[in-house]
């Protein structure tokens, strides 16, 4: 088998390592490129020989083998499975939506959006931290601006994560775009739902200060607060324990406030391990300005 580390999408000036995997008893190791590198790679007396090819540019992409032999035979084994190794940052970045939007509830379907202005026919979609290689659509239609629509059925608790995608030309498969800016995929209703308050009250001045308290026993991450309908992102504050009753909470200020802070606002709360994975949201708590 054939390895990368970090990874099988790279950016130019980047280190970048093939490693290849045997069963004891092989000591001889060969490493191939299509259309290129014609000259294996020997590498003696290791059982996982280390293939660098850093700092990457340009050439470094495409598809790798490994094989491997004894140094007392010239007989190789069977090629390793092809390894697809992904140069990013040769076109300008596209972009990367999501919809219905980027926080959605588990067990949807949630379709992440990849587009460019410029003509490119292949979208890549990657989710950083993962090791399994990008996903890719090829588009049909080739005419500018382009857009390949990624479906992910029944969202979980492992959807969660930053997405990043990227755009190729298929006359040049191995080098793709720089990356989209992240998108932030947020996986809702897997804890228990907190509460929300507001204190003094939910009625206030305009002029005035209000507090919104989120408060749960069920989690012990960040606290995430959103005005539904709202333009403006979630806001993310950190749980602090509550002596009087052992629940967590986050107390979000408002203020001076104005007739743009009325409306219906919900929280949600989340373990620190997977900030990314919300509860249920809290029951629906109103807003209103008055003068």
């Known amino acids: 088998a054939l390895s990368a580390q970090p990874g099988s999408l790279v950016l130019p000036g980047h280190s970048l390592t093939l490693q290849c995997h045997a069963e004891a008893g092989f000591d001889t190791f060969a490493l191939t490129k299509e259309e290129g590198l014609t000259h294996p790679q020997r590498l003696d007396g290791q059982h996982s020989p280390h293939f660098p090819l850093g700092p990457v540019n340009s050439t470094h992409g495409g598809r790798y083998r490994c094989y491997s032999g004894h140094h007392l035979s010239s007989v190789w ?20 939506s999501a919809q219905p939007g980027p926080s959605v509830p588990r067990g949807v379907t949630v379709t992440l959006q ?127 324990p509550r002596t009087y009753d052992g629940r967590r909470q986050a107390i979000f200020p408002l203020g001076p406030v104005s007739t743009s802070h009325g409306g219906t606002y919900r929280c949600y709360g989340s373990s620190s391990s997977y900030p990314n994975v919300w509860s249920q949201p809290s029951d629906p708590l109103h807003i209103k300005v008055t003068g």
């Open 77 to 96: 084994s069977a090629p390793s499975a092809p390894l697809d190794i992904l140069v990013a940052g040769m076109y300008r970045k596209p972009s990367l």
């Open 114 to 240: 990849c587009g460019s202005e410029i003509w490119l026919d292949t979208f890549h979609l990657h989710r950083e931290g993962s090791l399994d290689p990008p996903q890719y659509l090829h588009l049909q239609d080739t005419s500018a601006p382009s857009q390949a629509n990624f479906t992910l059925s029944s969202i979980t608790s492992g959807h969660q994560g930053a997405y990043r995608c990227y755009g190729s030309n298929s006359t040049s498969p191995y080098l793709l775009s720089h990356p989209s800016d992240p998108l932030e995929l947020v996986v809702s209703g897997v804890y228990g739902a907190p509460s929300l308050s507001a204190q003094p009250s939910p009625v206030v001045a305009s002029g005035g200060n209000v507090s919104l308290s989120c408060s749960s026993n069920l989690t012990s991450g960040p606290f995430h607060l959103l005005k539904e309908g709202g333009a403006d992102p979630p806001r993310h504050m950190e749980a602090e």
